[in-house]
């Protein structure tokens, strides 16, 4: 690899770390979160139907486990990756949240969560799915979860990499770009703008539209 090949690619991808296992773990293929979590869905319908699930209740609880990872998602995008900590070296830890997406927004290695954040949230998640819900409903709710989950981040990768050609894609991209390019306190629904509409974070098509309902920070 030339210098100059060199230097591009650090540009668009920088590392993250002095460590070079750390800045290996921090990135990560697209296709990663798929290899991991597809089979962590078949086991969870597997088992729902093995423990007596009915199509009624695979596809409610799924509906359901859908519906929580989209609330999920805005309010960990709203406060952990937008998280500006006060104490010392809160700036750099911001940046290793989600500030370097924002520095690098097409960073293809940075695009989907890395396994080193999304086993052990899946993990936390999954236990607190199992209190509330008890088994076996547990399982298809947090098949749903995960499926929630997954169309997230390859949203989160298509919209950053592709033009989409249909309306709802279109306006999907558009949400998420406002979000990176014109004020990052709207717009943190990626996947579904459901719940910026329901807390009054859409963005508007001009900056001056926003002066009466500007978020706290």
């Known amino acids: 690899m030339g210098s100059s090949e060199r230097t591009t690619k650090l540009a668009a991808s920088p590392d993250l770390f002095e460590n070079r296992v750390l800045n290996f773990f921090s990135r990560v293929h697209p296709s990663v979160p798929a290899l991991i979590f597809l089979p962590v869905i078949a086991v969870m319908y597997w088992l729902a139907i093995r423990d007596g699930s009915g199509a009624v209740s695979l596809i409610g609880f799924t509906a ?23 104490f010392k070296g809160g700036d750099e830890l911001n940046f290793i949240i ?20 999304s086993i ?22 947090f098949a749903g979860f995960l499926v929630g989950y997954l169309f997230y981040d390859y949203t989160h ?10 309306r709802i894609g279109k306006k999907v991209r558009e949400h998420h770009m ?12 990626v996947s579904s703008p459901l719940w910026d509409h329901a807390f009054n974070t859409v963005p508007k098509s ?3 539209d926003r002066s009466d309902d500007r978020p706290e920070d």
Not at 73 to 81: A, I, P, Q, T, V
């Open 206 to 208: 001009r900056r001056s």
């Open 178 to 189: 406002r979000h990176h390019f014109q004020d990052h306190r709207f717009g943190y629904g």
């Open 64 to 86: 359901l486990g859908l519906l929580i990872w989209t609330l999920s998602e805005y309010w960990l995008h709203r406060l952990l990756f937008h998280w500006h900590p006060k």
């Open 120 to 141: 052990p949230l899946a993990a936390i998640f999954f236990g607190a799915f199992l209190l509330v819900f008890g088994t076996p409903a547990v399982f298809p709710a």
């Open 98 to 117: 989600h500030g370097v997406h924002h520095d690098h927004p097409n960073d293809r290695m940075r695009l989907v969560m890395p396994p080193a954040v």
């Open 157 to 166: 990768y298509y919209v950053h990499h592709f033009v989409p050609k249909s």
